[in-house]
């Protein structure tokens, strides 16, 4: 499904992604660790097309289509999601209008109807309760006096209704509690199918006890630097990044 | 400049949709102010003597102002000889019915949204169409009649009920109130006059609807709304004028009473031609609006969405005369373009526990300047009054700016005045988080600049929240991305 070969980005003077490659398939679970600056969400929001950053060389292939030369709101059309690691306020927005604009967007796009509002109603109101969530939070302005825990959550909400075919979660347990981040796991959980993908990004291997990766990458200067199942995990947990960074000149040397 | 800026830069630049000229044989008289044009004018309105005399106190008055230099906008000298301050359709009338409207002055009204047959226009709404100098037609004014309530153009106010209109004429604004009111006093020409009878809600909105049409010519209407005790009125001002060159004067008064428990919702959409791109062309919208809640536990509301004009300088106010009585301001304004704005309100707190609200948005885009002045005073012996002013303000792109000035002045030691302010751009990262959701650039930033606003809708009536939210997508519209 996601096809990444040689990825180099830039913003402004620094190369932060310096030739990532990376192959995900419809049905798997990556999840991307690695230390502070390693260019993890960068990544993410490469992925989803910020134009802060600039493209120096490589090339992304999703699902058959050159996923560089679309436009952001394009690669939402076409399936690609984000969940935000500070997910964004907008004032006087509420939920509900923000998520059925959303769904009729992307319709739009796909050539097919509105969305009825008797079928946004019972969609709506079956990711809630997947999520936990309380409806009155539908009549809230956008993210706006959100708890960081709400605003995570909603995220994932914000996912479910938009049934993305490439979902990438960046660092979506930052800043959340325990009962939060099993709420907000056994919700991504649920989105798993054979026909989705879905990343990772993370600092800590905490989430992936509760979204167990097919996978998992460690990003280290800017370049995947070691691949492996979920053991990866595990291993760094055990001994903290600083040894990758001896490893990854092994890497680059072997 | 970052591409999202490019962005936005071409977003703020707008298409006009109502800038067409409708053809039309106009009895103008000549270009140039005197006091023989305003003799002239009171005599083609057939005036009686005592409003004749008002208008020349009026304009002997506005020969010794300056024109204000206070304000935060510029603009090149007005040649006040250059303009013409009478123009109508000829042929007019004494209308009896729709039927005798000129149908080009239909279709006109038709093309701008505004269906003038009865039987076609919004529901519940009476609307009289003020084009050029004079009203042209007031619809359901039979309807109206039957509730006692009179919806009349001024000038017919003026012969059918002028004990009402002396009464009141010139009470909250008086003829020597400010450059642009003395000027309005002296040679206004048609306007809505509105009497509602004590106790009575009236049943529907009362709406004017102007249309500047003549080339080089200035509007002044002057419309006065009195409240009796107990009664009700929403009231609801659109205005449109076609694209031209040169600058065209708007100087407009309104003038409200609300005597004891009455409430007048006064709402504007101000969609006066904004000059083009270049900033070339476009209304000078230099307005008065006040209105005095008189009685006690009176209320006056101003709404007031302005997305048109090259210059916009109004201040709705209110003063608060009876105890217990309400003043409210809610304001959207957008400066796109080359647009100036300097607009505010007045609160002027005179009886005892009055209250006040004001809540301004402004939106600056391309180099639009929008800046918000307000004045909030709390005389000697209001005991108890209270403010509460929020003025928020939102710019797209980097070239615009917005200001705020407001002035409090509390002579009551227990007044409570509270004034929030916040100016906030709109996002980059706003705009990239609604894409990413799959909203265009274009609705993204409506989305946003709507949410910004939407205190402010939530307090227009309905049609009008409508119209006012297409007015400003169609504003800030413009090709993004």
Known sequence: MLEIKNLHARSEDTEILRGINLSVAAGEVHAIMGPNGSGKSTLAHVLAGREDYEITEGEVTYDGKDLLDMEIEERAAEGVFLAYQYPVEISGVSNKYFLKAAINSIHKYRDEPVISRKDFVALLKEKLELLGMDKSMMDRSVNEGFSGGEKKRNEILQMAMLEPKLAVLDETDSGLDIDALKIVSEGVNALRSPERAIIVVTHYQRLLEYIVPDKVHVLAGGKIVRSGDKSLALELEDKGYSFLQSGAETVAAG | MSTENAMLEEFSQREYEH??????????????????????????????????????????????????????VNYSPIDYQAAVYYSAPKKKPQLASLDEVDPVLLETY????????????????????????????????????????????????????????????????????????????????????????????????????????????????????????????????????????????????????????????????????????????????????????????????????????????????????????????????????????????????????????????????????????????????????????????????????????????????????????????????????????????????????????????????????????????????????
Request: with cysteine.
């Open chain 2, 19 to 72: 800038g067409f000229v409708t053809d039309i044989e106009a009895d103008s008289i000549p270009a140039g102010l005197s006091e023989e044009v305003v003799r002239l004018i009171s005599e083609k309105k057939g005036e009686p003597q005592w409003l004749l005399d008002w208008r020349l106190k009026a304009y002997r008055h506005w020969l010794t102002l300056e024109e204000p230099q206070w304000h935060n």
């Open chain 2, 110 to 481: 038709e093309k701008l949204g505004i269906p003038l047959e009865e039987q076609k226009v919004l529901a519940n709404v009476a609307v009289d169409a003020v084009f050029d100098s004079v009203s042209i037609v007031t619809t359901f004014r039979e309807t109206l009649e039957k509730h006692g309530v009179i919806f009349c153009p001024f000038s017919e106010a003026v012969h059918d009920h002028p004990e009402l209109v002396k009464k009141y004429l010139g009470t909250v604004v008086p003829h020597s109130d400010n450059f642009f009111a003395s000027l309005n006093s002296a040679v206004f020409s048609d306007g809505s006059f509105c009497y509602i009878p004590k106790g009575v809600r009236c049943p529907m909105e009362l709406s004017t609807y102007f249309r500047i049409n003549a080339q080089n010519t200035g509007q002044f209407e002057r419309t006065l709304i009195v409240a009796e005790e107990g009664s009700y009125v929403s009231y609801l001002e659109g205005c449109t004028a076609p694209k031209r060159d040169e600058n065209q004067l708007h100087a407009a008064v309104v003038e409200l009473v609300a005597l004891d428990d009455a409430q007048i919702k006064y709402s504007t959409v101000q969609n006066w031609y904004p000059g083009d791109s270049e900033g070339k062309g476009g209304i000078y919208n230099f307005v008065t609006k006040r209105g005095a809640c008189r009685g006690e536990n009176s209320k006056i509301s101003w709404t007031q969405v302005e997305t048109g004009s090259a210059i916009t300088w109004k201040y709705p106010s209110v003063i608060l005369q009876g105890d217990n009585s309400v003043g409210e301001f809610y304001s959207v304004a957008v400066t796109a373009n080359h647009q100036q704005a300097d607009t505010g309100t007045k609160m002027i707190h005179i009886g005892k526990n009055t209250k006040s609200t004001i809540i301004s948005k402004g939106i600056s885009a391309g180099v639009g300047q929008n800046s918000y002045r307000g004045e909030v005073k709390v005389m000697k012996n209001a005991t108890n009054a209270r403010n509460f002013s929020q003025c928020d303000s939102m710019l797209i792109g980097d070239r615009c700016g917005a200001h705020t000035f407001p002035y409090i002045e509390v002579r009551n030691t227990t007044g409570k005045v509270e004034h929030e302010a916040s100016t906030s751009k709109v996002g980059e990262d706003q705009i990239y988080y609604l894409r990413q959701r799959g909203l265009s650039t274009e609705d993204a930033v409506n989305m946003i600049v709507n949410g910004f606003c939407k205190e402010v809708y939530d307090v227009l009536p309905m049609e009008f929240a409508v119209e006012a939210r297409k007015l400003l997508n169609v504003s800030l519209e413009g090709s993004v991305g």
